[in-house]
């Protein structure tokens, strides 16, 4: 009851999920762009957003390096590193892979009577692989497997197990150039993902607990222009939806739905599902009552948008903005995004900044997120 949305005491339906660190953006590119990334030209760290644009690469091999310390507003010992693999076999396909490593820091477990446990070291990591391929001129497509691992209890709790999922990707990516103006040459391109296509996640033996991981749809534009021999800039827009389904709101004596369908599904019919399933009512606390805000307004609201701009001098120094938001009612995530790189012969040097946007300094966790990229670059332009 503590979050506000349009004026009146509305409690947040939000959608969450298992291993939510897989939809962390990786990178300080895109993470200075407003979280975008679907449709912009391509790099090593395209398997987040759009592994198709693996085809696109420049060079025949590269490989990158991120770290970013996460949530240091809440810890101090919490980050997310990431190791990136692109290869180029020909001018129709390339091959990307990477590592994804997930660190919550040291953390003292203790039981119900408060007994210390420990201290523990939980983690999660994610290894995947994806094949890009060109089908025309100007279309590519790509698959991804992906294996994720996570280890957050360390064998404490009766949830003590570890929890493991297998998924995929699909992917199509389109850029071509267009001649919209007469004395500047541009290019268009878009792009569209389901990532994390996979099976539920259970921490204990007896899966009577089974969490959706955070199957995702992406969908983007990106417009670039040659302003002259020297410099280009690129705007770039993206929209995400989980595809996971919205709880429903449930009798909280009888546990029977009120408002919504149930969630417990398979994966696939909750692909589906998650686009027609908002309860469409929330629990007003000043009158003590649900409001209707219906089902198609909160499925809206599900939708969270990217946009994001990139400035390139000469191919060697780039300054880049964006804005993510998040609708109030499905988690309040709203921030802008800086960030600059700097390409020097084989290697590139990136680096963003998260500004939240909040009414009062340092009550959101995101505040201040750092990102670090080091990229390498071998091989003939291609």
């Known amino acids: 009851f503590g979050q506000g949305y349009l004026g009146k005491q509305y409690t947040p339906n939000v959608i969450t999920t298992a291993v939510p660190f897989v939809s962390i953006a990786p990178d300080a590119r895109g993470g200075a762009m407003g979280d975008c990334g679907v449709a912009s030209d391509a790099d090593v760290y395209s398997m987040h957003y759009n592994p198709a644009k693996y085809v696109y690469l420049q060079n025949k091999l590269s490989v990158g390096l991120g770290y970013s310390p996460w949530l240091r507003n809440l810890v101090s010992d919490m980050n997310l590193a990431y190791l990136a693999f692109g290869y180029k076999f020909n001018e129709r396909s390339a091959l990307g892979a990477t590592l994804r490593y997930f660190s919550a820091g040291e953390i003292n477990f203790r039981d119900e009577n408060n007994y ?136 909280t004596q009888t546990g029977d739905i009120i408002y ?81 790189a700097l390409r020097y012969n084989v290697f590139n040097l990136d680096i963003s900044y998260l500004i939240a946007c909040s009414n009062k300094v340092g009550t959101n966790p995101l505040e201040n997120t750092l990102r670090f990229n080091l990229t390498f670059n071998f091989g003939n332009k291609k």
């Open 116 to 251: 210390d446990l420990g201290t523990y070291n939980p983690n999660e990591w994610a290894i995947d692989v994806a094949y890009s391929r060109l089908l025309g001129d100007y279309l590519s497509a790509a698959v991804a497997g992906r294996f994720i691992y996570s280890d957050l209890t360390q064998g404490q709790g009766d949830y003590a197990g570890v929890g493991w999922s297998v998924a995929a990707d699909v992917s199509v990516y389109y850029k071509r150039p267009v001649e919209w103006f007469s004395d500047i040459d541009a290019d268009i391109a878009w792009g569209a993902a389901i990532t994390n296509i996979g099976s539920k996640v259970s921490y204990n033996s007896s899966s009577d607990r089974r969490d959706f991981i955070p199957t995702n749809l992406r969908v983007g534009g990106n417009l670039k222009l040659e302003l002259d021999e020297y410099n280009s800039l690129a705007f770039n827009i993206d929209l995400n939806k989980l595809m996971v389904p919205t709880p429903p709101i449930r009798n």
């Open 260 to 340: 919504g369908k149930e969630n417990n599904v398979g994966v696939v019919s909750g692909m589906i599902q998650s686009f027609y399933d908002a309860p469409g009512y929330s629990w007003n606390s000043n009158t003590m009552q649900y409001d209707r805000i219906g089902v198609f307004g909160e499925e809206l609201s599900e939708i969270t948008e990217g946009i994001g701009i990139e400035y390139w001098y000469n191919n060697i120094f780039a300054v880049r903005g964006g804005f993510f938001n998040e609708m109030p009612l499905k988690g309040n995530r709203r921030y802008v995004t800086l960030g600059a």
